[in-house]
């Protein structure tokens, strides 16, 4: 006949390594033009969305990394 399930009990755990990894996020800026604006006036009104700062300036590295970094120099 049909099997049914009436339980179920973890028999064994096991741990798995992940080497380091590392991800590239794109911070996008989106940029908006108000249309009524530009059709009343012959300049476009255009805001741009604010972006989050980098930690250091003109820099790839995020905090994690940083602090990962700094890290592993004292460490």
């Known amino acids: 006949g049909q099997l049914k399930e009436i339980g179920s009990a973890v028999q064994r755990q096991e741990l798995v390594f992940i080497p380091a990894q590392l991800k590239q996020i794109d911070h996008v800026q989106h940029a908006y033009k108000c249309q ?4 009343k006036n012959l300049s476009d009104k255009i805001i741009k969305a604010p972006v989050p700062k980098a930690p250091l300036a003109h ?12 890290h592993q120099k004292f460490n």
């Open 36 to 39: 009524a604006c530009s059709q």
């Open 59 to 70: 820099s790839l590295g995020s905090a994690s990394i940083i602090a990962h970094t700094i």
